[in-house]
């Protein structure tokens, strides 16, 4: 069953602690992204990457981190310098300059 | 920095109606318009996209209208039904061959359409 999946689906984070979110994807796709989505704001790109090995910061990188060490993975680190991180996260992937397709979403939340 | 203005915010339509989401644009180099459904709780899904090489594009219930020299697009939603009731995001990109597409979005217009 192709696409992408995301785990997991709610994530805790204490003071202090770097967490990460895992997104995988059999689709075959080059190209992955990670969104960050707020209460009433549209959705905006952390990072980006086009080939393994191989990101891009986005619009909101400070306080992030990722890595593409395998082509259907794309995990995103929470770093603790991103000071508010509640939010609900969201990772995409696409072929090169192709529709995007969307996981189902991390929600993160800060005890 | 590139934005995407979409309007309304939120959205009350009674089954059967016509549901109206408008967005604007800047950055003329934007070449790719889709539009995104979310339900609560979930990923956005690619409802319909357009290219500015046409002026309109269907796809079943679902329009939308594309003007060029206004930098403006908008969704249409037909015969609006309450399974409709979603978040609707439209986002621009520009789509260079061979490489990702960064998609800009609007800030997303809450319908709910009544019984």
């Known amino acids: 069953d192709g696409g992408i999946t995301q785990s997991p689906k709610y994530l805790f984070r204490k003071e202090g602690q770097n967490v990460t979110l895992s997104c995988e994807q059999n689709l075959n796709h080059d190209a992955m992204y990670w969104y960050r989505q707020d209460p009433g704001q549209g959705l905006r790109l952390i990072y980006y990457s086009q080939i393994v090995n191989d990101f891009q910061k986005g619009d909101i990188a400070e306080g992030y981190s990722v890595s593409r060490e395998k082509k259907e993975s794309f995990p995103l680190t929470v770093t603790s310098a991103q000071k508010n991180p509640t939010a609900f996260y969201l990772c995409?992937?696409?072929?090169?300059?192709?529709?995007?397709?969307f996981g189902p979403g991390t929600r993160l939340l800060v005890l | 920095q590139q934005q995407v203005k979409q309007s309304p915010q939120s959205l009350i339509v009674q089954k059967g109606g016509i549901s109206i989401i408008n967005c604007a644009y800047e950055n003329t180099a934007f070449d790719y318009f889709p539009w995104y459904q979310q339900f609560p709780g979930k990923g956005p899904a690619l409802l319909i996209a357009?290219?500015?090489?046409?002026s309109e594009k269907k796809e079943g219930r679902f329009t939308i209208s594309f003007n060029k020299s206004a930098k403006q697009f908008s969704l249409h939603i037909m015969d609006s039904q309450p399974g409709d009731s979603a978040t609707y995001f439209c986002a621009a990109a520009s789509h260079n061959t061979g490489t990702a597409s960064k998609l800009t979005f609007g800030t997303g217009t809450r319908l709910q359409v009544t019984l």
């Open positions: 995409a992937s696409s072929t090169l300059a192709g529709t995007q397709y």
């Open positions: 357009i290219r500015p090489d046409v």
